[in-house]
């Protein structure tokens, strides 16, 4: 992939790989590196700062969390992760009870308008050590778990080794690594990219090359471009929309999250819980269930998810809206297993899109050669994304810099399996 000259990197999206993507890059390019944002609010305003903020060994695809695990680590030990961002190791847990808390409204009700799509999160632990279907017993909670309630616990078991588990704040690493990126010269710019500039290449292989990316200045509304050698692009689920004659196979899920603060007193042990609570029967007695996810934040914040939805994807992500009943399920559901959380507040009621290859596995990640040389694609992490970031990132980087990926065999992530 080498030009003549220095490269000059124009990275698409300030999610968490487009800034994470920039701070490896900033490391040896430096200045040379431009990062766009469509967002007026700044980076991480999508999915990369309404995530759980989930790092494991266990996610996948391996070859990718390899890397990235590891990257995580360093990150965390060379920039003080864990008072910057929040990194620290966490327990995981399969957790299967009852609810059994009352509330005011009737806790299996289910928000919004949208089909449930499962995000799929625990899919990595078909590989391995432990499986997501391994063999439960039934057993008390461990004995610093108790802010949930034991009394309606049918199951509890581990899903990981310790230390295959971290966390980060996804918004907070998100800002840190553009931080850091400034500090060796990035260019951070505003902007809506409309379009992927591509041209013949006049070097000494024919062909196609990017040459730079048109964007709307969204204070004027002018369109600009920022000329380039390599563009990364990195717009998460909006990532099809700048690549029309490709078909990118990239489709966008909605999901919805709160974050609740327990009462002052209240300790929230550091457990990652992923849930099946058995709800009451609906008035046609008609048995459901729900499946949050819980995760206990270092500032003993408490995180809570729940299933996707096809919802449509909106102009940019400043335009995403929230299903209020679909937060609302949430906090019924957490509420309804564990008396803690059902007297803590709600500070945030917040939705995202998580970027989905909707055939063959994924990420995306590579040069689209076959579109044009110097286009290079890092998108569809789904709902792993702050996990894999440093791994992308690191491979990114060596494919810019050496024309090729070394960090790992990542052949079956490349665009040409999926373009």
């Keep these: 992939m080498s030009t003549s000259g220095a490269p000059k990197i124009v990275i698409i999206g300030g999610g968490i790989i487009g800034c994470t993507t920039a701070y490896y890059l900033s490391r040896r390019f430096g200045s040379r590196v431009t990062l766009l944002e469509a967002s007026k609010h700044g980076v991480a305003q999508g999915a990369s700062g309404k995530a759980g903020g989930l790092v494991a060994k266990w996610a996948y695809p391996k070859e990718l969390v390899n890397v990235s695990f590891h990257e995580h680590v360093a990150l965390a030990e060379e920039h003080g992760g864990s008072s910057r961002w929040g990194w620290r190791y966490v ?223 909106p102009d940019t992500v400043d335009d995403v809206q929230i299903d209020e009943g679909a937060c609302d399920s949430i906090l019924k559901h957490v509420s309804s297993v564990s008396l803690e959380l059902r007297q803590a507040k709600v500070d945030r009621r917040q939705a995202c899109f998580l970027p989905t290859v909707s055939k063959g596995g994924g990420p995306i990640i590579g040069e689209a050669g076959n579109v044009a040389k110097g286009l290079i694609i890092a998108t569809g992490h789904t709902c792993w994304g702050i996990c894999n970031a440093p791994g992308t990132a690191r491979a990114i980087t060596e494919l810019v810099e050496h024309g090729e990926i070394r960090c790992a065999n990542l052949r079956q992530l490349h665009p040409s399996r999926f373009i």
Aim: hydrophobic share 35%.
């Design 91 to 313: 327990n995981c847990g399969s957790w299967e009870g009852r609810a059994g808390i009352s509330g005011d409204a009737d806790p299996g009700a289910s928000g919004g308008v949208s089909r449930k799509k499962s995000l799929e999160k625990t899919l990595g632990l078909t590989d391995g050590g432990v499986t997501k279907n391994a063999r439960r017993k039934k057993t008390r909670l461990p004995d610093d778990l108790r802010w949930i309630s034991e009394s309606l616990t049918d199951s509890y078991s581990p899903m990981a080794a310790t230390g295959h588990t971290a966390q980060v704040y996804p918004y907070e690493f998100t800002a840190s690594m553009l931080e850091l990126a400034g500090a060796n010269g990035v260019e951070f710019v505003t902007g809506q990219a409309t379009s992927i500039e591509i041209g013949d290449d006049t070097g000494d292989e024919p062909g196609r090359r990017v040459t730079g990316v048109e964007y709307r200045d969204p204070y004027t509304g002018a369109a600009k471009t920022i000329l380039a050698s390599h563009v990364i692009l990195a717009a998460g689920a909006w990532s099809p929309t700048l690549l029309p004659q490709a078909d990118l196979p990239i489709a966008a899920t909605r999901a919805h999250s709160i974050t609740l603060q327990p009462r002052s007193g209240v300790i929230i042990s550091p457990y990652v819980l992923f849930t099946e609570i058995k709800l009451p029967p609906t008035p046609d007695d008609r048995l459901t269930d729900a499946s949050p996810e819980i995760y206990a934040r270092p500032n003993n914040e408490v995180y809570a998810c729940g299933p996707g939805d096809d919802s449509p994807l």
